[in-house]
């Protein structure tokens, strides 16, 4: 009872905090117009989107920093210091950083059709990831090493830590990353698929005993439930890369101290899904030239096909709440 309560305080604190300034960073984000802005191409390859995500036009992004600065400055105040906390902190900044360059380039795209074109290509995508690798593998590094672990658990099998996993590692650390990315594309729908994740990771965290973890979780929440508030739909913000990233690196970095690596992959699987169709579709129009699916990544297909965006994100809530479920019991069985 005493950590329920800890948890429910610490989630009443982050939402006070973030709401405190959260209509404020919305304003600056309308003064200084940093906002998205779908643009049909010369060439047409975005004739699709535009067409399901036009009307968006003009909504700020960026909106992710409400929740990575209120999570950086609570964490750095109240949660006693640790090589935990320090590796959070730290990759929590760079995560944060990395999305915030990424978030800005949206002026470089009113520059011309040519840069949007670079940016949908698949070079521009492969650097990007390259980008992403060094930094995840210095991340994955500093995990292993800082907090001691020596080993993880998949599906029963014992893998050790050596240069090679970690090098390994961290090429799927970054593509789940990636994955959980490109979910952001529909009012709600990747802030409500995070929160799962967090109330999930409480639950493992109290049962498995890494108390040490709950502030963190709890700080997330409350964070992520203000920022939904603005972000349903009809949203008033987007998230983008500076939520997107840290939480991701976040919810790894959690899996990977709780030893539920193999659980997360059941508990994510419409993240993967997401990750797939993208990939093959650029994989397709890359080699093929032609597309394979109407639109990608999968929650596109589905309002492309004249599904209400409301009606799918309320689907993938659904979906991810069952394998989050489905997840834990078989975290109680092998656990």
């Given at each position: 009872m005493e950590q329920l309560t800890l948890i429910a305080g610490l989630v009443l604190l982050?939402?006070?905090?973030?709401?405190?300034?959260a209509p404020f960073l919305i304003k600056l984000l309308y003064k200084f117009q940093i906002v998205v802005r779908h643009q049909l191409m010369d060439n047409k390859m975005?004739?699709?989107?535009?067409?399901?995500?036009?009307?968006?036009?003009?909504?700020?992004?960026?909106g992710g920093l409400m929740i990575a600065v209120s999570v950086f400055f609570l964490v750095m105040f109240w949660v006693p210091a640790s090589d935990l906390k320090n590796v959070f902190l730290i990759f929590w900044t760079?995560?944060?950083?990395?999305?915030?360059?990424?978030?800005l380039i949206v002026y470089a795209r009113k520059l011309s059709d040519k840069f949007r074109a670079l940016e949908s290509s698949f070079e521009w995508r492969l650097g990007k990831l390259a980008i992403l690798y060094l930094l995840g593998l210095w991340a994955?590094?500093?995990?292993?090493?800082?907090?001691?672990?020596?080993?993880?658990?998949?599906f029963g099998l014992t893998i050790l830590i050596n240069p090679l996993?970690?090098?390994?590692?961290?090429?799927?650390?970054?593509?789940?990353?990636?994955?959980?990315?490109?979910t952001d594309g529909a009012d709600g729908l990747v802030t409500g698929q995070f929160l799962i994740a967090f109330i999930s990771y409480t639950v493992i965290s109290l049962v498995s005993g890494n108390l040490n973890l709950l502030p963190y979780l709890a700080f997330m929440i409350g964070s992520s439930l203000v920022y939904l508030y603005f972000n349903i739909n009809p949203a008033r913000v987007f998230m983008g890369g500076t939520g997107t990233f840290p939480i991701a690196f976040a919810i790894l970095f959690f899996s990977?101290?709780?030893n539920t690596v193999d659980i997360l992959l059941i508990m994510g699987l419409i993240f993967w899904t997401e990750l797939a169709t993208s990939a093959l579709q650029i994989l397709w129009i890359k080699f093929l030239k032609k597309r394979l699916f109407k639109i990608a990544?999968?929650?596109?297909y589905f309002e492309s096909i004249g599904w209400p965006e409301t009606k799918m994100v309320q689907r993938f809530w659904l979906f991810s709440a069952i394998f989050a479920i489905l997840s834990l019991f078989i975290f109680g069985l092998t656990r």
């Open positions: 982050a939402m006070a905090v973030t709401f405190a300034y975005n004739e699709e989107f535009v067409k399901i995500q036009g009307h968006k036009t003009g909504t700020p992004t960026l760079l995560f944060t950083l990395y999305g915030l360059i990424e978030g994955v590094y500093s995990i292993v090493t800082m907090l001691a672990i020596s080993e993880i658990t998949l996993t970690i090098i390994i590692g961290s090429f799927f650390f970054i593509l789940a990353m990636y994955a959980m990315e490109i990977i101290l709780t990544p999968f929650h596109h």
